[in-house]
């Protein structure tokens, strides 16, 4: 697919057939029961979200998976009636990556894109202090979404809502809180294939304490790592457009230097270095010791306040990098998505049934050679019999 496809932000369509996602929502909430009414905060219209692709910067590999795998059975349900696409939809995708890296606005961007109605859901929004609360809760989310369909489900923080459980866990209210969202969830899928044109997106930072049933349903897993020096400088573009900036800055130069930042840490160092042109801006108006009285008493030079490589060179000694390629915990989120992660292009079987810690390859040959199994194995265990 074409990933210009992703800059079309602001003229997400639905197909003819589906209402707009303003008339969904009114429609919808005229038949909320009890449940669904107390997550009527967790809608989010598409039309309200500023965030486009256009203004996430991430590899075209990740935009191009959410695309095929959210947008097109959103816009052509047609496509994905028929044989195994129409029987077995995507039942989630996770999203998952150091803290800061645009996980949430991919999310949202996919759902502007498709036109689908977002349900927000957090942790708070299907636990209750009532016993039995929880589920009917839970029961609703899926509910909700079909009323509101084409929808995406995105849980932000899902492991705050599914770390994983462990038999002498004392609260049984949390187990039966996700047992009710994992029917519902199979239930949307199984019945429905793609035809409920619901998609459940999760967001995490710590994807190894998620619970193994959950993950099954998660298949698509996607790491939204930190950007490399290229897609920083873009980045940096991004929050800098439309500001006004001195000759000499050097984007590029200001991208080297910022390895290990995240898109947050760089949103961050521009807001430092316009506040540094700003406070330069104000010391040319009350000098260097003026105060606010002084600063109320006088009246703005006004013009036009540039942003220069001397304000950058200032936000570099007070923003510093959130993370860093040393972070055990980014070491870890690395590891696990060359495990499980849809870059796990190195993953290998190390070990099967009946032959413990042996590689595949080995585990054949093995077979091969083995009384019983694979060729010739079966005439010697015949002898033996015959024995």
Known sequence: MDEDVGD???AAKTPASVPSAKKRIQQAKKQLNEYEQRLVGSIVDPQSIPTGFSQVCVQPETVTTLQEIITLPMLRPEYFSQ????RHGVSGIL????PGTGKTMLAKAVAKESGSVVLNIRASDVY?????EGEKLAEAVFTLARKLAPCVVFIDEVDALFSARSSGEPNKFRRDVMNQIMAEWDGMNTSRGN??????M?????????????????PRRILVDLPGEKERAQ???IHLAGEAMEEGVDLAAISGRTQGFSGSDLKNLCVAAALAA???????EVGDNGSMDKLRATRAVGGTISLGMRHFEQALKKVAASSSDQMESLVELRKWDKIYGDGAQERKRTHTIGFAGQPAEEESKASRDSPGLGEGGAVKADEDTKK
């Not at 209750?128 to 039995?132: E, L, M, Q």
């Not at 035809?195 to 459940?200: D, G, K, L, N, P």
């Not at 700003?278 to 040319?284: I, S």
């Open 202 to 218: 999760a967001a995490t930072n710590r994807p190894f304490d998620l619970d193994d049933a959950i993950l099954r349903r998660l």
């Open 235 to 237: 980045i940096l573009e």
């Open 278 to 284: 700003l406070r330069e801006r104000v010391r040319q």
């Open 8 to 10: 079309a932000d602001s």
């Open 195 to 200: 035809a409920s044109r619901v998609m459940v």
């Open 128 to 132: 209750d202090k009532y016993v039995g």
């Open 95 to 98: 999203l998952f990556g150091p």
């Open 83 to 86: 044989g195994v696409l129409k």
